[in-house]
């Protein structure tokens, strides 16, 4: 029965024979140049307003990170600034604060992937299993407001309800008991910035999943059931394998990104919670940029964000590959 | 609660009461956990100073009703005016973006097609590293953009994480279909526009989505590129109500404050603010949701 | 490559730290505290001489006398608004010219010329059109980094005096973007503006840079942040104000109820530095330069704080940093707590109407241990505006004439125009004389003319009650104590290393107030301080002093 369901269910659950066959019957790699011009142009010049857009708006002021190896001042811009070399690389290398901002990151990092990254994905399957259309909608668009909340909100609104005068400390107190002061204990960081994070953003999460849901063959699920398998092994063998190329391609950028775990919220808890847990690579850069006016070590730690995140991705896309996935890109 | 079960398929059980119950129960959890906060905000914005001064911060428990803060906002006409500012930049700007990343997405969706990898690897290193802000202004500056709507759209127009998350949905369309159609002659722009769109709605219409919110919650691009104040959008406009006196750094030894003269924040009206900013959301939201309908691959396929 | 900062020697230093570094090392920013006699060392003649020649000749302006004068360099009080407002600029200082003025704003955006009758009224005032760009307050070290990276200034350009200490290499930009004023406005030539002429001299040779008169300052109050307490629910608990830190220990513990949610304090470490004795930066001992941070009276603050803290007497979302503490003082759930002084009166505008009983105060500046305190001034000149290079001379002329109408004092009738509008239209004046603004005034009038200009500072909110014979009190025994700093007068940019030292040592004594950290940690963070940029700072500080014959 597992194997016939599968069996059905080709499609989502092997997504690369499609692609690779579009090209039947027309020249393939080894043909030449100007065959593959004539057969791909308009494919190319498709790309043609979002390359542009980027090489102009993207790449040429990107070019401006070569201030990571300058004393950059912006009166004298690029041209006059002295050189230094790896100076704002070494100096980042040999403070312990930015070894302790990256471990922070990483840790938070792993927590976000571990207990933020799946939270999206149940909630998305239980809203899809909703069946009124109307309710449906209703609980989607809740679920996703709190993604337009300023962090500044979210994290007064916590406070209110799990700060040290907040409701839960206050009922507590009003009840005789010893206060809960959630938002100022270190040990509770990881758990308080996840559930922030969880209250915030996973409704908005839902979103694209929703959207992959909604693009599985509805005939595998009828298919499935006709022969007999049950709710959780059509989720199992259907649901999941539908979703598995959006979760692999999200997982892989995420990965890409793991040294952007936000800014703003951990900015706005720094003290509350001590530099020593809450200081991530950002806020570490923002205090070092903002009190010396050093913009060439925030271009320093941004290239070397970049590099760890592209690393990142090349592993993460093999590592897809080797599991018959997509990835991001993949050599055909 | 019948039109919970409203359009349940024929081939599907109905779930056992526990399980429906536990469906529901974790479903109501989730929705009072965040509609309690929404309340209080809306609340807030709605109360009067003295309600407002007596809770000492947001108000949980009514104490009056008051529409001042709204009508603070709006009178004047310079919110009015960002509103439309902001409205038009979003949709211009998420028309733009939409057919930049369409087109690149399935430009670049045929692997080992001409320059397929080192274009795909182009876009995603935007993804990677960031263009610093001053490089940016004086790029902005030296095209004659400042203080043009155009610089609040092209700098952010083309979003790397869209564009590869479109391409991604593109790959994962039946290519028997694309295949066939070509075999009849139809050139990529009639694949594109006939079959791969089509199809596509619900992706498209989530990375409208996601540009859409990019253009209307934006308000740094206009920080750096917007001298006019009348041109600014809401969200920066939003921003200026927030504001407590003059900002000295955090740092006591550069600087000594300023008294300003600004009137004091008012709480009521910072949360107007939030439930201003999240008008146009709760609308917006069905329009997309509209789109993530089942069954138009096998429609398609049949078409 | 070695680890050693690619500048070794000190020359070459200052030559990348930045603006103020130079301008610190250029005899003629010397800016001695000579106008009160006042001040550590003082310049040599000569030195002094030169600068005084680049700034406007001292005239001061007759305007409304003062009820209270404010003694040690404290403001002067007005208890009440003067019947008749005096016309101190008799036409129109413009030829219609046309303006644009780039300023930040804290507060919301007012509609825009062409939109704002108040705009309107006090351009028909000057005679010209000022166009304000107004910027997002919060984030103007960010734009004013981009337009000096991309040299687009507005004919007139307000740069917040914490900005300019934080723009690398501003010095040399002030030059090239920003007309010489020392021509139209040094010595005898102010004249021409009198107004202009009636600022104090330190807040004017702030504003010199390369031995030019660059700016136009915004003379500011002495003092910027002290302890505002609630002065009627401390009487209502039969409470007085307290007079040493054990007796605000003391208070703060009696006062202290969350179970009725109230809590006696919010933060204020940076007032009980003040109070416990510590220099603002340095302090200059026997040919020593000793840093805050190595001084006993710091560490007795930091002591201090974390013993409230341990306490509980703080209340909660304070500990963790929230951004209420204006709610709650105003609500009563704090009862002391740390401020801008102007949030007194902006306070007293917002709670007075549902509550008339509503009263606060600043909290008496007291020493610790028998000793003085030792209050921190800031720098004499809050803000500056600069005029874009390249205006013709008459353009000049006639900016700076409506600069001059800007710098009008309070009791004038363009005071009265520039900042509150029209009598009848944006504003009326109630029973006390004083303006009230009318709801459109609310919604059109602006900070825009008043931050273009300066003007002598001075305390006039007498429609509150009490409030300016309390304030005055306040200063004229709290100005006495002010902090002899040696380097009062020099702009100085800090070395980089110097600056960026401060985060870890700062992020260490939240972690000791909060209860993370022992005491001890403080050793070990000075440590790592001095290492790390603090005695490098003494150095160029020490240098500093010698250039300046200060030492």
Same mark, same amino acid.
């Given at each position: ?7 059905? +269910? ?24 100007? +065959? ?31 201030? +990571? ?202 003290? +509350? ?60 | ?241 927030? =504001? ?14 300023? =008294? ?44 | ?38 001040? #550590? ?23 409304? &006398? ?174 007085? #104000? ?122 008496? &500046? ?158 070990? #963070? ?26």
């Amino acid at each position: 029965m597992t194997e016939r369901a599968t069996a059905v +269910a080709p499609a989502p659950d092997r997504p690369s024979p499609p692609a690779r066959r579009r090209g039947t019957g027309r020249p393939g790699r080894g043909a030449s140049l100007r +065959a593959r011009w004539r057969r791909d142009r308009s494919l190319l010049l498709m790309t043609v307003p979002a390359i542009g857009l980027l090489a102009v708006f993207h790449y040429v002021p990107t070019l401006g990170n070569v201030i +990571a190896f300058q004393q950059y001042n912006p009166w004298d811009g690029v041209v006059g600034s002295p050189w230094v070399g790896l100076y704002q690389f070494e100096r980042l290398f040999t403070d312990p604060r930015f070894w302790n901002a990256v471990g922070n990151t990483l840790v938070i990092a792993s927590v976000q992937l571990v207990f933020f990254f799946p939270v999206p994905i149940a909630l998305a399957i239980l809203l899809d299993s909703v069946l009124s259309r109307r309710m449906r909608l209703v609980l989607q668009s809740i679920v996703y407001m709190p993604h337009f909340f300023s962090w500044v909100l979210v994290v007064t609104l916590f406070q209110q309800i799990l700060g040290g005068a907040g409701l839960i400390s206050q009922s507590l107190r009003g009840a005789g008991y010893a206060p809960l002061d959630m938002m100022t204990n270190p040990d509770a960081f990881l758990m308080v910035v996840t559930s922030q994070m969880v209250w915030k953003d996973a409704g908005w999460g839902t979103i694209i999943f929703l959207a992959a849901l909604a693009a599985i063959d509805q005939n595998l699920y009828e298919s499935a059931a006709v022969d007999g398998a049950g709710r959780w092994r059509r989720m199992w063998h259907i649901t999941l394998p539908g979703l598995r190329p959006v979760i692999v391609l999200l997982l892989i950028l995420k990965l890409g990104d793991i040294l952007n775990v936000g800014f703003e919220q951990f900015y706005l808890q720094r003290d +509350a919670f001590g530099s020593g847990v809450s200081e991530v690579l950002d806020t570490y850069v923002y205090h070092q940029t903002l009190v010396t006016g050093n913009f060439s070590a925030g271009a320093a730690a941004g290239l070397i964000k970049g590099v760890v995140g592209l690393v990142l991705i090349l592993i993460a896309n093999k590592m897809a590959h080797l599991m018959g996935e997509h990835g991001v890109y993949r050599r055909s | 609660m019948s039109t919970l079960f409203e359009s349940r398929p024929v081939w599907a059980e109905r779930p056992s009461l526990p399980a429906r119950a536990a469906k529901n129960t974790v479903l109501a959890v989730v929705t009072v956990v965040i509609l309690l906060p929404i309340y209080v905000v809306v609340l807030t914005s709605l109360s009067p100073a003295s309600a407002v001064n007596a809770a000492g911060g947001l108000v949980v428990v009514p104490g009056g009703i008051s529409f001042r803060a709204y009508a603070d906002l709006f009178s004047g006409g310079v919110v009015t005016r960002a509103v439309l500012v902001s409205l038009g930049v979003t949709a211009v700007g998420t028309l733009v973006s939409l057919t930049a990343t369409i087109l690149a997405a399935y430009g670049l969706s045929r692997p080992g097609s001409l320059l397929h990898r080192p274009l795909l690897f182009a876009v995603l290193l935007t993804f990677l590293f960031a263009p610093g802000m001053i490089p940016l202004y004086l790029l902005v500056s030296d095209l004659g953009l400042i203080d043009s709507y155009a610089s609040l759209i092209l700098p952010t127009a083309v979003n790397a994480f869209n564009l590869v998350v479109m391409r991604a949905f593109f790959m994962n369309l039946p290519g028997e279909i694309a295949d066939s159609a070509r075999i009849d002659g139809a050139g990529e722009w009639t694949i594109l526009t006939r079959l791969v769109l089509p199809m596509s709605k619900g992706v498209t219409a989530v990375v409208g989505l996601f540009y859409a919110v990019g253009y209307w919650n934006a308000f740094f691009n206009a920080i750096l590129y917007i001298n006019d104040n009348a041109k600014w959008p809401l969200q920066l406009i939003l921003r200026q109500y927030v =504001q407590q006196g003059q900002q000295i750094s955090s740092n006591s030894l550069i600087g000594n404050a300023v =008294q300003g003269t600004a009137s004091a924040p008012n709480l009521a009206v910072q949360m107007a603010i939030v439930v201003v900013a999240l008008v146009p959301v709760t609308i917006i939201y069905p329009l997309v949701q509209k789109h993530f309908t089942k069954g138009v691959i096998i429609g398609a396929v049949k078409g | 490559m070695s680890l050693h900062p690619p500048r070794p020697t000190r020359r070459r230093f200052l030559g990348l730290a930045g603006a103020g570094t130079l301008a610190a090392l250029s005899p003629a920013v010397l800016a001695s505290c000579s106008s009160d006699g006042g001040g #550590a060392g003082g310049g040599s003649a000569s030195e002094a001489g030169s600068l005084d020649s680049l700034i406007p000749t001292h005239i001061p302006f007759e305007g409304v &006398v003062p009820d209270i004068e404010g003694l040690h360099g404290a403001p002067d009080g007005f208890t009440s608004y003067p019947t008749d407002f005096i016309q101190a600029v008799q036409e129109p200082p413009g030829r219609g010219g046309s303006y644009t003025a780039m300023t930040p704003l804290w507060g919301p955006l007012p509609p825009g010329l062409g939109n704002n009758s108040f705009f309107d009224h006090v351009n028909e005032r000057l005679g010209a059109t000022v166009e304000f760009n107004f910027q997002d307050g919060n984030t103007v070290i960010d734009k004013m980094n981009a337009i000096i990276a991309g040299r687009d200034v507005a004919d007139l350009t307000m740069f917040p005096d914490w900005v300019i200490n934080l723009i690398p290499q501003f010095n040399r930009a002030v030059g090239e973007l920003f007309e010489d004023l020392t021509p139209h406005l040094a010595g005898d030539a102010a004249a021409a503006y009198p107004l202009l002429a009636n600022l104090d001299g330190d807040a004017w040779r702030w504003n010199v840079f390369n031995e030019r008169l660059q700016g136009v300052p915004w003379p500011a109050e002495p003092f910027g942040n002290w302890v505002l307490y609630r002065r009627d629910l401390l009487e209502e608990l039969g409470l007085e #104000a307290p007079t040493d830190p054990d007796d605000l220990f003391a208070i703060g513990e009696e006062i202290n109820d969350p179970d009725n949610d109230r809590w006696a304090f919010g933060d204020f470490n940076l007032s009980m530095r003040q109070i416990f004795g510590a220099p603002k930066q340095w302090r200059y001992r026997n040919g020593e330069l000793i840093h805050m941070f190595e001084t006993d009276e710091w560490r007795a603050s930091v002591e201090f704080m974390r013993k409230i803290f341990d306490a509980g007497l703080v209340h909660p979302d304070i500990v963790a940093k929230g951004d209420n503490a204006k709610e709650l003082f105003n609500s009563g759930r704090i009862l002391f707590n740390q401020d801008g002084i102007g949030a007194w009166h902006e306070s007293y505008g917002q709670m007075l109407g549902d509550d008339p009983d509503f009263r606060v105060d600043l909290m008496p &500046v007291f020493g610790a241990g028998g000793s003085d305190p030792v209050m921190h001034r800031g720098d004499p000149s809050a803000q500056s505006v600069f005029v874009r290079k390249g205006l013709e001379p008459e353009q000049i002329e006639e900016v700076l004439g409506i600069l001059n109408f800007c710098a009008a004092p309070f009791g004038t009738r363009e005071y009265m125009d520039y900042r509150y509008g029209a009598e009848g239209v944006h504003h009326e004046l109630d029973d006390n004389g004083a303006p009230q603004l009318t709801d459109l005034g609310a919604g059109e009038v602006n900070d825009g003319y008043y931050f273009i200009s300066g003007r002598p500072p001075a305390i006039t909110e007498s429609q509150y009650p009490d409030f300016v014979p309390w304030k005055t009190a306040w200063y004229n025994h709290a100005a006495r104590f002010s902090e002899e700093d040696p380097f009062a007068g020099i702009r100085i940019q800090r070395p980089e290393r110097f600056a960026g030292a401060e985060t870890p040592l700062t992020d260490k004594v939240e972690d000791v107030i909060r209860g993370r950290e022992d005491l001890d940690a403080l050793d070990r #963070a000075v440590a790592d301080w001095r290492r790390d940029g603090g005695d490098e700072g003494r150095d160029f500080y020490l240098g500093v002093l010698q250039e300046h014959g200060r030492d």
